[in-house]
Structure formats: structure tokens, C-alpha cells
């Protein structure tokens, strides 16, 4: 198990900053893993989560940290490309003080322990990492580290439903010999061969 309170999220924001950076705007209406939303609502909500679970590590609670995600459907603003690197970063650094992991905060209007706010914001930027990767024909390979944090929180939260849900849909079957991030995407409800 990674000791939470030492994870780096800088090299897995990195690894989002450099994906986004190469949408073509004529992707921006692509449709991705998840159903509801076209890379441009995918990124919106990269941007959104980065700003709220930013704002949840500082402790700094408010209206970033207490909208649901579910409260409206993300999109861009003409700066996208500008402030989403930005508050990448803003949230990478905001999780290198060792107090965001511990004690409460809150993101998307739910109280938590500070070390499951940030397992959740690791597993969002994986999982959503992978879906940007694939929406838009990229290579992707995950901060090693983020992903088993990932893994972690997936399979723990599918272990603890016993209808077989998982956080974002039905765990989908994937067999116990394939690639890590394979089985996490899988835990996350999504198919590991999804194309566009």
C-alpha cells in the first residue's frame, strides 16, 4: 500500500497537462468513455475537479468545494488550455504539504478524510486520464505510483459493494492476469479495449 502522505501527484498532473496539450480543436466534440460527456466536458471537468479537490487539499472550503460534480455539465472556457496546465499544477502542489492528507476537508460537497480526498483526486486523474487518452487517440501510461493509488481505491470501494457496483458503474470483468491499469479502468466501469 503507498504511503499517501509522500505521493507526488506532479508526475500524473504532468502526464494530463501533456494529453490535453495535444487535443486538436476539432476533437473537442469527440465522444469519450464516459457517455455524457464530449472531450470538451471531459476537460471542463479536469478542469473543475483540479480547482476543487485543489481547494479541498489547502482546506480551503467553499463553493469549489461544495458543488457536486453532477450539479451541471463541465465545459471550456476560451483559456482552456492555458488554465488547465495551471491548476494542474495548483493541485499537485497543494497535495505536497502533508497536512492536505490528514484531518477533514471536503470536495464535491461531501466531507472526507483528507487521505481519502486525495485518494479520490488520484483515482479521478487517472481514470480520467485514460479516458482523454483514449477519446483522442493518445498514448497513455499512468505515474506508476497514481495508478496503484488508483487500483487501490477502486477495488477497495468494489469490495465493499456487494451488488458489484463500483464508483462510477458496474465493475466490468477483466481477467486477474492483465495489465494494472487494465483492471483499474475495468473496477471503474469502463471497457479496457473502449474506441471511439
Known amino acids: 500500500m503507498t504511503d499517501l502522505t509522500t505521493l507526488d501527484l506532479g508526475p500524473q498532473t504532468r502526464i494530463i497537462a501533456r494529453l490535453a496539450g495535444g487535443v486538436r480543436d476539432e476533437q473537442l466534440s469527440d465522444r469519450t468513455p464516459c457517455p ?7 476537460l471542463g471537468h479536469l478542469t473543475g475537479l483540479s480547482v476543487a479537490f485543489r481547494d479541498a487539499g489547502r482546506k480551503h472550503l467553499g463553493v469549489t468545494t461544495d458543488t457536486s460534480p453532477e450539479a451541471v455539465v463541465p465545459d471550456i472556457g476560451p483559456g482552456w488550455r ?17 497536512a492536505a492528507w490528514t484531518g477533514m476537508t471536503r470536495a464535491g460537497g ?36 497514481a495508478l496503484q493509488v488508483s487500483y487501490d481505491f477502486l477495488r477497495a470501494a468494489a469490495d465493499e459493494d456487494d451488488r458489484g457496483g463500483g464508483i462510477f458503474g458496474p465493475v466490468v470483468s477483466v481477467p486477474a492476469d492483465a495489465p494494472l491499469l487494465d483492471r483499474a479502468v475495468g473496477l471503474s466501469g469502463r471497457e479496457p479495449d473502449w474506441k471511439p
Open 110 to 145: 461531501v466531507d472526507l478524510p483528507g487521505a481519502v480526498a486525495g485518494a479520490v483526486a488520484v483515482d479521478e486523474l487517472v481514470i480520467h486520464g485514460w479516458d482523454l487518452a483514449r477519446a483522442t487517440g493518445q498514448e497513455y501510461a499512468p505515474d506508476p505510483a
Open 36 to 42: 455524457e460527456l464530449a472531450v470538451r466536458n471531459l
Open 82 to 98: 492555458q488554465e488547465l496546465p495551471k491548476v494542474l499544477d495548483e493541485l499537485a502542489d497543494a497535495w505536497r504539504d502533508p
